[in-house]
């Protein structure tokens, strides 16, 4: 075995890879959590489209969701590679926290960028699971990943904004009190740059729901709880515009870096699992007399996706490193999240061949894990735009759009 000890017929969860890595009794408990949510716990959510309140639940009460919240306001006050590990561990476990990761990284955005009273009022009910914080509104239909692009407006009103417009891809709208949302406070024309006039609000779904806003789920090829948004008229007091108007759209970069981050870890996670499901059942599955491990054609491929892994990792490391020490993380975050997901991508596909047919069978959980993984390929970042991104920001290149 790979580090560690997996007995993939039986249905068991993996061992963790390194025991003696960074936040090992972090990683300890999170795996005896996990070990609550087995195969079958998530197997029955995929069927159902249904999503895993008790998992998160538990996450909540174990404090897990509130590790980036400082003390004072009721959180474990951690640190991102803290909650990176977390996260890791949750999907080596073969569980997964696209359910509830978004609380974790949107915490950058309003500790960074939100008023004393803002943080007082929501960051205390946030961390004890009073409310949840778990829906980010930025992608529009036409917008796409050109965020400046946006067209869903704000227009100041008297101690309010009315909200018109309409947001996709809203990930937990249905399960999320709050909504961290960026809208357009000055006609798209106007602003010298073209990132300028966008603005950061928290939104209170509860109370926007009547009337004015619409949610409607998104079916997808994995349980994702992924939604559309409409907007129409919804009303928002101006005390919960974070930050500076018409400066939203820098303050929303710093907790695109923490996502990065944090869903680099995850896909580190899932590589981890799908290597540990690779190499359990490659030296269990007998054929022609002998494990079919044995036979280099197997081996060399998991071999590979074993260097791809931990090459993905220390870029995870390095990136978390950058952004707790307050130093530009921007290319170490985009080249993590893109290591990360390549190296996952290619360990699912590398499992589901070394199972063959048993690869698309339920029960396994490979086919599950290996529809999940393949989001990350896409989201939250697509892997060209991180190579333009390099290509101009880092190396010097012309820009190319």
Wanted: hydrophobic share 40%.
């Amino acid at each position: 075995m790979v580090d560690g000890v997996v007995n993939s017929s039986s249905g068991s969860v993996p061992m963790i890879f390194d025991t003696s890595g960074p936040h090992r009794d972090i990683r300890s408990e999170v795996a005896k959590l996990c070990r609550n949510f087995q195969g079958e716990y998530w197997r029955k959510l995929d069927r159902e489209r249904a999503y895993p309140q008790e998992f998160v639940q538990a996450l909540t009460r174990a404090g897990y969701l509130s590790i980036l919240i400082p003390e004072e306001y009721g959180g474990a006050g951690s640190t991102l590679s803290a909650a990176a590990a977390i996260l890791e561990e949750i999907h080596l476990q073969g569980c997964n926290g696209a359910a509830c990761h978004a609380q974790m990284y949107m915490m950058g955005t309003l500790l960074r960028h939100g008023s004393e009273e803002q943080k007082r009022k929501y960051l205390p009910v946030v961390a004890t699971g009073e409310l949840r914080l778990q829906a980010f509104g930025i992608s529009e239909p036409m917008s796409g990943t050109d965020t400046a692009s946006i067209r869903t407006s704000a227009k100041r009103e008297g101690d309010e904004y009315i909200l018109n417009g309409q947001k996709i891809w809203t990930s937990r709208a249905e399960h999320s009190d709050l909504m961290l949302l960026l809208a357009r406070t000055s006609s798209i024309q106007k602003p010298a740059k073209r990132s300028d006039g966008l603005s950061v609000f928290l939104l209170d779904i509860r109370a926007a729901q009547s009337p004015g806003l619409t949610i409607r789920p998104i079916p997808t090829m994995m349980n994702h709880s992924t939604t559309e948004v409409f907007f129409d008229n919804v009303r928002i007091p101006a005390e919960n515009l974070i930050g500076e108007e018409g400066k939203g759209f820098r303050a929303i970069l710093s907790g695109m870096n923490a996502e990065r981050i944090l869903i680099a870890a995850e896909c580190v996670g899932d590589a981890k699992w799908f290597i540990d499901k690779s190499v359990d059942y490659a030296n269990e599955r007998r054929v022609f007399g002998r494990p079919i491990g044995q036979n280099q054609g197997v081996q060399f491929p998991i071999a590979k996706c074993y260097a791809s892994m931990r090459a993905a990792e220390l870029m995870v490391g390095k990136a978390a490193a950058l952004f707790e020490a307050g130093d530009h993380c921007g290319p170490e975050a985009n080249m993590a999240k893109m290591l990360a997901a390549d190296a996952a991508w290619e360990a699912a596909n590398t499992c589901l061949q070394t199972y063959g047919g048993f690869g698309f069978a339920e029960a396994y959980d490979v086919e599950r894990k290996f529809r999940e993984t393949r989001l990350y390929q896409v989201a939250p970042v697509p892997t060209n735009q991180v190579l333009s991104y390099l290509a101009e920001h880092v190396l010097g290149l012309p820009r190319s759009y």
